[in-house]
């Protein structure tokens, strides 16, 4: 199993970065395609989480409007569009395909599942 991500980068505020995350050695029916964020001394926040089997999409509240996730069933590949990029958006961005979790809350990108090794991004103002 392996997921890469890539697309991360140094940008200043209201710049647009777009991530990509190619998996491989899995199959993806049944989990969420997702992007977590963890920024130097804070928790890691699920971002964004797309769901295959029923298109089902959650966004963190913080990237509401600014933020798409979108995937390429094909290439097996999920980006992260990033628009008006802020300095606290500066995180280390991961791709993980995670199990669902509750629909409908923050707990819906679960962290249980398969990461990558995350790709930085950074904002400044």
């Known amino acids: 199993v392996q997921l890469v991500e890539s697309g991360g980068g140094q940008v200043q505020s209201g710049e647009s970065l777009r991530l990509s995350c190619v998996a491989s050695g899995l199959s993806l029916d049944d989990l969420l395609m997702s992007w977590f964020r963890q920024a130097p001394g804070k928790e890691r926040e699920a971002v964004s989480c797309?769901?295959?089997?029923?298109?089902?999409?959650y966004y963190a509240d913080s990237v509401k409007g600014r933020f798409s996730i979108s995937e390429d069933r094909a290439r097996n590949t999920v980006y992260l569009q990033m628009n008006s990029l802020r300095p606290d958006d500066t995180a280390r961005y991961y791709c993980a395909a995670v199990a669902p979790g509750p629909k409908n809350t923050r707990y819906y990108c679960s962290e249980y599942g398969h990461w990558g090794l995350g790709t930085q991004v950074t904002v400044s103002s």
């Open positions: 797309i769901s295959r089997r029923d298109g089902t999409i």
